[in-house]
């Protein structure tokens, strides 16, 4: 399979491995300057991540991970993330992520100086990322608003 190359990919933060696996088909993650898609054989990359969702793929799988800042590097079909922050979906709790993005509208509103603004949008940002991937995680059944047929 040499002349099918595949990924491999490590994600961490200052505390932990949150992801690690080799055979990786592709990985989608939140650049500073928008969305990247990271395919074997990429060209060298060095990217500054935002707050959003990344995407590993590896054949019909996909891992799901809320990531918050940090760099990204390719670098012969190896893809290393140094996240601020990173959780796998299934580590995210809904109702947490729902009570923290109260709060951070409830900051917003209250907010009177372009710090207290900025602090409160990125903890706005946060909470939307944990709260959209564990709703996603729970499923479309879950979701009553959906029309059937």
Same mark, same amino acid.
């Given at each position: 399979m040499s002349s099918n190359p595949k990924l491999q990919v490590e994600i961490v933060t200052g505390e932990r491995v949150v992801y690690e696996e080799q055979d990786v088909d592709m990985v989608m993650a939140p650049g500073a300057d928008g969305a990247l898609g990271i395919l074997p054989r990429h060209a060298a990359l060095f990217s500054l991540l935002s707050a959003g969702e990344l995407i590993v793929r590896k054949g019909t799988d996909e891992?799901?991970?809320?990531?918050?800042?940090?760099?990204?590097?390719?670098?012969?079909?190896?893809?290393?993330?140094?996240?601020?922050? =990173?959780?796998?979906?299934? &580590? /995210?709790?809904?109702?947490? %992520?729902?009570?923290? +993005?109260? *709060?951070?509208?409830?900051? #917003?509103?209250? =907010?009177?100086?372009?710090? &207290? /603004?900025?602090?409160?949008? %990125?903890?706005?940002? +946060?909470? *939307?990322?944990?709260?959209? #991937?564990?709703?996603?995680?729970?499923?479309?059944?879950?979701?009553?608003?959906?029309?059937?047929?």
């Open positions: 891992q799901e991970l809320a990531v918050f800042g940090g760099f990204l590097e390719v670098v012969n079909n190896r893809v290393m993330i140094l996240a601020d922050t =990173a959780e796998r979906i299934e &580590e /995210i709790d809904e109702e947490r %992520a729902e009570r923290a +993005r109260q *709060r951070a509208e409830a900051a #917003l509103q209250e =907010a009177t100086t372009a710090v &207290e /603004i900025e602090a409160a949008l %990125a903890s706005l940002r +946060r909470a *939307r990322v944990r709260s959209n #991937l564990a709703r996603r995680r729970r499923g479309p059944r879950a979701d009553v608003s959906r029309p059937t047929g």
